[in-house]
């Protein structure tokens, strides 16, 4: 599977972006879809999983009430709305996929990543 996620810029504190993760395969609806981001000289962090029918949905506390994961199983296709942005949230942030992945560990396939800026 490969994953091409998009959407990403600057943007100022408070604002809002909303980044999308293009998977190349139909058996993306048979993916358990995450994200990820990584600030410089740090470690990656998971954000966000959802579930292959997008029944359930799993957050870290960082983001948890600001950020948003959805996804269309017909597109092919992953989102994370992101609002309320913070200039902590700057990152490069990763789509991920895989069968039997835990929300935050386990994934696949990986995405190249869309770099986020937020300006205070």
């Known amino acids: 599977v490969q994953l091409q996620a998009s959407g990403g810029g600057l943007v100022q504190a408070g604002g809002s972006l909303r980044l999308s993760c293009a998977a190349s395969e139909r058996t993306f609806r048979s993916y358990r879809m995450g994200w990820f981001r990584q600030a410089p000289g740090k470690e990656r962090a998971f954000l966000a999983a959802i579930t292959w029918n997008g029944a359930t949905t799993y957050y870290a506390d960082s983001v948890k009430g600001r950020f948003t994961i959805s996804r269309d199983n017909a597109k092919n296709t992953v989102y994370l709305q992101m609002n309320s942005l913070k200039p902590e949230d700057t990152a490069v942030y990763y789509c991920?996929?895989?069968?039997?992945?835990?929300?935050?560990?386990?994934?696949?396939?990986w995405g190249q990543g869309t770099q986020v800026t937020v300006s205070s």
């Open positions: 991920a996929a895989g069968i039997i992945a835990n929300p935050n560990s386990g994934y696949d396939y």
